[in-house]
């Protein structure tokens, strides 16, 4: 396994873990936390700024397609560039019908999902090694 591979899994898969296991416990205040960031304008700018210069940084150091965690966080760091390049470009109007096209109530399986890639990228990191 590459090294930037072992690092970038190491770092992602405990703040996934953090992030999927909000979503699973918090989904009230998630979905609050959500709306709220929709109806700010300059949140969303911000955000998308941040997750758009940590998706260039991921892709840019990590541009691998060999192995399956390789390709998890390549993919994350390339979604994390659309997003981010959305959240920058796009109008208050636009985010508001794309999100209430999005159902806030299937943040079950999307932190089921998160914390599933979480899991999977801690172990690669922490104790593939070992095997």
Request: hydrophobic residues 60%; aromatic residues 10%.
């Amino acid at each position: 396994m590459q090294m930037n591979t072992l690092f970038l899994s190491q770092l992602m898969g405990p703040v996934m873990a953090v992030i999927g296991l909000a979503m699973l416990i918090r989904q009230k205040d998630m979905k609050k936390l959500i709306k709220n960031m929709i109806d700010n304008p300059l949140t969303l700018f911000i955000n998308g700024i941040v997750e758009l210069a940590a998706g260039i940084s991921i892709v840019l150091y990590h541009n691998l397609w060999n192995t399956l965690a390789a390709v998890i966080i390549t993919t994350i760091g390339w979604l994390m560039i659309m997003e981010g390049a959305f959240g920058v470009l796009a109008s208050k109007g636009n985010i508001k019908k794309i999100t209430h096209s999005f159902n806030l109530g299937t943040l079950n399986p999307f932190g089921l999902i998160v914390l599933v890639l979480a899991g999977f990228l801690v172990w690669n990191g922490y104790f593939a090694f070992l095997i």
